[in-house]
């Protein structure tokens, strides 16, 4: 295992938090960061400037990344996301000798806006009014849970309607699967979910049907509200 020390700068405050977890081993080469919070408890909204990782080799040297932010994770603001993902702006190597040296940022992903169509089913009361979370999976990594709570409709997730929703993420490479969670929250919790299709900024699109039900409360609908989704090739 290695350690890793976390410096977090907050704006809003001008204060800087510094945690220092015992993780297992994931190497010194990062190439992204995700953040994010749970948008509980009072004035939960965050604006978070930078993330500053220091990963301690065990030769003694160390490696600082610097991740920047500068906007807000809150869902009141901005696209509403209480989750981003973060490239490194720099590295800075530091040897056992107290030298400090730039070095050149290899990192080569770059950040990706997914347009992300949701179609509810036209069944009887195929409607939800609880909060939906999305997950995409690449050949790059993950994006992270994300919940969809910005569309153009007003009352989501309805009858027959198209949601569409934007993510903002580090690019995934080509997408393979995405996870789909309702919370089975609200008086009318039930879903019927037909598909989903999402698009990148290059126009590559992909759909990934569903066709069933998320519910707990009914014998015949038992995706308990969680349900993987493969693409129609």
Known sequence: ???????VAITAGGSNDVFMPEIPDIGTRLIKVQVGHDGKGRGDGWHL??????????DGTAL?????????????????QLQVDLLPLSVVKTTSDGKEVTEENTVTLKNETYTVKVLTGNKFGAGTDANVYLTMF???????????AKSE???KFQRNQVDTFTVDCVELGDLYKISVREDDSGAGADWFLASVTI??????????????WFSKSKKEKSTDCDSALIPLL
């Open 1 to 7: 295992k290695q350690w890793y020390q976390r410096r």
């Open 49 to 58: 400037d930078r993330v500053v990782a220091k990963c301690l080799d065990g």
């Open 64 to 80: 600082t990344y610097t991740f920047p932010c500068a906007r807000w994770i809150d869902k009141g603001e901005e696209d509403g």
């Open 138 to 148: 690449g050949t790059l990594g993950d994006s992270g849970e994300r919940k969809l």
């Open 153 to 155: 409709n007003m009352n």
């Open 199 to 212: 698009s990148d900024t290059a126009e590559n699109e992909v759909v990934f049907p569903c066709e069933q």
